[in-house]
């Protein structure tokens, strides 16, 4: 591809996808973002130069939509997914049927280059959420059998949905009394990570877009480092020195919690709950590359080196500290 082509993006405007679009726009492609509410998106055209970022109205469950959002495209990313179900917005519906109908309208207009964000862990059994992320993939492949399938881990950087939650609950948490100052150790914390920076993560997605060698692969996107999920809370309440405990919590008391916590919440407008049964399932494996042996990694697309927790993390990790940026950071009980 050359560098004046056109990308569409599905998921622009989500956490990874604003590093997509940045990255794209940065090495010269022309961009189109494909969302619901395009005019919720105006910081999205500052990232590249005047009339370099295009925002289209498509909703993908809604195929003449997403037909008409891949006018003229040369290419597409998919980055359409959720952690927590919500009405309409089912694993089944954006895992699943969306990437369907986006690999589907692909082929018609015979788009091959297609990158298809899924997950590190996608398996037939297990998870929901793992479940629908590989049936995803599989109906993606079998319409367009050149699309590349990104696996990462845990994606980390100033949104993200996992080193955020946990401190922001470590914040709450600690000004409880005891025995209640406590984060979830859940399965006794021995599952593990490999957690990869979302500007690494965008690097992938642009190396698949620019090098023609890279269709049909399969990639799982690791970072330089593995933990175990112990590890990560330890050192999430060393970074943010909030005094909590880490209460173990066996996967069969983890489970019920959180079908419960998921029940409850789903009365409460606008907010997620902090654990469902589903992701406790998923804790059960550990979400580390390797364990498709037919999967290359993000060094086989040339992302490197690779960023570290300990490199970024503390840069936005400081806000849940209690006396902000600048405090002597303590050891935390």
Not at 13 to 29: D, E, H, N, P
């Amino acid at each position: 591809m050359s560098a004046a082509d056109l990308v569409v993006v599905f998921g622009g405007s989500g956490f990874i996808g604003k590093q997509v679009v940045r990255a794209l726009a940065k090495r010269g492609y022309r961009v189109r973002i494909a969302m619901r509410r395009p005019h919720l998106g105006h910081e999205l055209r500052v990232m590249g130069d005047v009339g370099q970022i295009q925002l289209v109205q498509a909703n993908v469950r809604f195929p003449q939509s997403i037909d008409a959002a891949l006018e003229d495209a040369d290419a597409i990313v998919n980055l359409v997914a959720v952690m927590h179900e919500n009405g309409k917005q089912t694993f089944e519906a954006l895992h699943v049927e969306a990437a369907q109908s986006i690999a589907e309208a692909a082929a018609k207009r015979g788009i091959k280059r297609i990158v298809h964000m899924s997950a590190l862990g996608a398996a037939p059994k297990g998870a929901r959420y793992a479940k629908t992320k590989y049936r995803g993939e599989r109906a993606v492949l079998e319409a367009v059998p050149t699309a590349a399938i990104l696996r990462p881990s845990i994606v980390f950087g100033p949104e993200d949905k996992f080193f955020n939650r946990f401190a922001g609950m470590a914040q709450t948490f600690s000004a409880l009394p005891p025995p209640f100052n406590a984060l979830p150790l859940i399965g006794g914390g021995k599952t593990k990570f490999q957690p990869v920076f979302v500007g690494d993560v965008a690097d992938a997605v642009v190396a698949v877009v620019s090098k023609p060698e890279a269709q049909g692969g399969v990639y799982e996107l690791g970072g330089p480092n593995t933990y175990t999920f112990k590890q990560l809370l330890d050192y999430i309440r060393t970074e943010t020195d909030r005094r909590v405990w880490l209460a173990p919590l066996p996967f069969f008391l983890a489970h019920p919690l959180g079908l419960l916590l998921n029940w409850t919440f789903k009365l409460i407008p606008f907010a997620d709950a902090p654990l469902t049964g589903d992701q406790v399932t998923l804790l059960k494996r550990d979400n580390i590359v390797g364990a498709d042996k037919d999967a290359r990694t993000i060094q086989d697309l040339g992302v490197a080196p690779l960023e570290s927790v300990e490199a970024i993390t503390p840069s936005y990790l400081w806000r849940f500290r209690p006396y902000g940026q600048f405090q002597t950071r303590q050891n935390p009980a």
